[in-house]
């Protein structure tokens, strides 16, 4: 049905479409990893090898001390607690709204944004001291202006599965003022920010214990639609759907017992996946955004060795952390998916 209207946006003309608003939506991933007493691991823009992107992102360089890497390599910076990875906006414009230039800018509160493409403005991080260091205060811009969304256009050729997958969706295509031209516009940075929930968890008594959010200022609860632990061990997996419940700072513990994952096997990636992908469309994504993201996360959300939390974001998270504005009349819808891992005590950096 998508498809169709979209083709209708597009067969119609202009004048007929005046006023009508432009479909934008987004997604991403919120990514902490937490020691059984619930403390942060710093260093966290160290990652898999899995999750580099491709040379041609467009990194900033103030902020080369904060630059993901390779876990095995970078040690990462003990600033940097969360990472934001690949938000990526895709676009459905209207008849009239094809060609014509407009803006769109992100700012991280609580973050540095330093990878993006295509290539955009970055405001200079402002900050006393000598030493660029990353806060739970520091706040960083990012905007694209003059861009275009087009029918045809040249994309970068590129192997990597990370870049690609998102591709797979039925949306315009996005030109920047310099001519580069991709499927959506990219951006993920690094935070020194609290994951929405805390948590504590105790391997040997098979217990996870959910907390109320550590940075909540109000009491009003926030309500997150679905969640699950998963446990991957080799090629097998176990898993346990929490549904939805509202979060505040009044929010009593929650204690899990791990032994009702259920026993591990292979057919659990599947029946995982399919749920999440259920949430993540209930949540406002299109089906083919939902498989993207998943073909895109599936490695760390499913296959990745070890214990993590999944959950669908509230979206007063990005609305006070991560605001979005385009200056075109616009249809937001924004899905973001937590993720916290779950490390034993004696973890090794090569395993995050």
């Known amino acids: 049905m998508r498809n169709i209207l979209i083709a ?37 823009n160290g990652i898999g090898i899995e999750d580099q992107l491709p040379q041609f992102v467009h990194r900033n360089p103030q902020l080369d001390y904060f630059a993901f890497g390779e876990g095995t390599v970078v040690k990462g910076h003990p600033d940097v607690v969360m990472r934001l990875e690949t938000p990526v906006v895709y676009f459905y414009p209207g008849a009239e709204h094809l060609g014509k230039p407009f803006d769109v800018k992100v700012q991280f509160n609580g973050g540095f944004l ?3 493409y295509p290539k955009a403005r970055l405001a200079k991080i402002k900050q006393g001291g000598s030493r660029m260091r990353l806060k739970e205060t520091s706040v960083s811009h990012l905007s694209w202006s003059g861009i275009r969304l087009v029918d045809k256009g040249a994309m970068l050729k590129t192997g990597n599965r990370v870049w690609l997958a998102p591709r797979q969706v039925n949306s ?16 993920r940075g690094v935070a020194h920010l609290p994951s929405l929930m805390g948590t504590r ?12 959010p550590a940075n909540m200022a109000t009491h009003k609860p926030w309500w997150v639609p679905s969640a699950w632990i998963i446990s991957v061990r080799g090629d097998k ?27 591990h096997n292979s057919a659990n990636f599947k029946k995982v996946r399919s749920q999440v992908l259920a949430a993540l469309m209930a949540d406002g994504l299109y089906e083919d955004e939902a498989q993207a993201m998943l073909n895109t996360w599936g490695h760390s959300y499913f296959k990745k060795a070890g ?9 007063q998270w990005a609305g006070i952390h991560l605001p979005i504005s385009v200056s075109m009349p616009s249809q937001i819808s924004r899905t973001f998916v937590g993720r916290i891992n779950l490390y034993p005590t004696d973890f090794k950096r090569r395993k995050l």
């Open 8 to 44: 209708v946006f597009l067969s119609i003309s202009c004048l007929s479409w005046a006023g009508e608003p432009m479909i934008v939506h987004e997604w991403g991933t919120v990514t902490s990893l937490h020691l059984p007493n619930g403390d942060a691991i710093p260093r966290a």
């Open 114 to 116: 330093n990878e993006f």
């Open 172 to 187: 315009a295509l996005v030109q920047a003022e310099n001519g580069e031209v991709e499927k959506y516009l990219f951006y």
């Open 201 to 212: 968890h105790d391997l040997k008594k098979q217990i996870v214990t959910l907390l109320p």
């Open 237 to 263: 997996a176990a898993f346990l759907p929490l549904g939805g419940f509202a979060i505040n700072a009044d929010t009593p513990n929650r204690k899990i017992n791990l032994k009702k994952l259920g026993e």
């Open 307 to 315: 214990l993590r939390i999944l959950y669908i974001m509230p979206k």
